[in-house]
């Protein structure tokens, strides 16, 4: 079983920049894959960033390549998420989530935190 609490939402200047963090409870949080999600009003749930076990392997979707980064630290049990030139199609609800392998399909995660809101003004 792992729990996870999301922080560091915030409203944000275009251009600006955050960095999220996601705590987990539970001595098995560094056997899971990471990831990051978000969803806007009205859009379905969407994969951000995921990062392995290990925190070797990296991946992002095409929208936040170059500007998103994600990290672990697995002594810590947290991962981030740093969103550098922030834009307003970014506002969400951003999501971290457990699974036992790395994938960028919603479905394939088992666990899920309540999310924090990032806001992107223009």
């Known amino acids: 079983q792992v729990q996870l609490v999301e922080s560091g939402g915030g409203l944000v200047q275009a251009g600006g920049s955050l960095r999220l963090s996601c705590a987990a409870s539970g001595r098995t949080f560094s056997t899971y894959g990471m990831g990051w999600f978000r969803q806007a009003p009205g859009k379905e749930r969407e994969f951000v960033a995921g990062i392995s076990w290990s925190g070797i392997s990296t991946y992002y979707a095409d929208s936040v390549k170059g500007r998103f980064t994600i990290s672990r630290d697995n002594a810590k049990n947290t991962v981030y998420l740093q969103m550098n030139s922030l834009k307003p199609e970014d506002t969400a609800i951003y999501y971290c989530?457990?699974?036992?392998?790395?994938?960028?399909?919603?479905?394939?995660?088992?666990?899920w935190g309540q999310g924090t809101q990032v806001t992107v003004s223009s």
């Open positions: 989530a457990a699974a036992a392998f790395n994938t960028a399909q919603p479905k394939n995660y088992d666990y």
